[in-house]
């Protein structure tokens, strides 16, 4: 399995502004993914975090909002850029296994007011 | 590509008997079916999964089978507990991204 760690867990931010947060995976990975849980729905994949190259974005979602770093196989950091309210979400971050097994972070519960 | 279609979205039981959350899903190159349990506040957390190669999987209290035929998998909680009561999410994957389905928060009654 893998263990997955975000920080910060949660936070209350002002529209305009943006945050950045971290994704630690215990273990060298090779898929790492970058997920958005509206309140009360399911998940949606914003991209996935490619080691030394440019993140891959899903319909919807571009880098310009999303920026996407992924400096190592261990670490990855999503930036949600100019914030406004309908940006609330759980941002979750995942890893998946070679056997297909895919593991969640424990989530970033962002507000933005 | 896949759509995964997941019923009931809210289910009661009384503890101790048992719960059954019903997928079904599009595509037929699917062949890895896992499942989910979120805890308020909590990330996902997988708890059982099937490949295509067997028709049912079990674990303790929690079971799950799979159609292929039919294109429909569940999962089966017996004896259910207070811990049981979650949201739990089925997805389905060819071999690469998952589709989840839309979720079914699961109330256990004392």
């Known amino acids: 399995s893998a263990v997955i760690s975000q920080k910060p867990s949660r936070d209350i931010c002002q529209r305009g502004t943006s945050l950045t947060i971290q994704c630690q995976v215990d273990s060298q990975v090779t898929m790492m993914f970058w997920y958005r849980q509206q309140p009360g729905q399911s998940l949606t994949l914003i991209a996935t975090?490619?080691?030394?190259?440019?993140?891959?974005?899903e319909s919807g979602f571009v880098i310009d909002k999303f920026p996407i770093s992924r400096p190592n196989l261990t670490f990855s950091t999503l930036t949600v850029s100019n914030m406004s309210p309908e940006d609330s979400s759980i941002y979750l971050c995942s890893t998946r296994l070679a056997n297909n097994e895919q593991f969640f972070g424990p989530g970033t519960r962002l507000t933005v007011l | 590509g896949e759509n995964v279609e997941q019923h009931p979205s809210t289910l009661s039981v009384q503890e101790g008997d048992s719960a059954v959350i019903k997928c079904t899903y599009s595509d037929s190159a699917s062949n890895y079916f896992p499942w989910y349990k979120q805890e308020l506040g909590k990330g996902p957390q997988l708890i059982i999964d099937i490949r295509s190669n067997v028709g049912e999987k079990k674990d303790q209290r929690i079971a799950v089978t799979l159609n292929k035929t039919a294109k429909h998998f569940s999962l089966h909680i017996t004896e259910t507990q207070p811990e049981d009561s979650a949201v739990y999410f089925c997805a389905a994957s060819p071999g690469g991204e998952l589709t989840f389905g839309t979720g079914t928060r699961l109330t256990i009654i004392p």
């Open positions: 975090a490619n080691q030394g190259s440019e993140a891959t974005y």
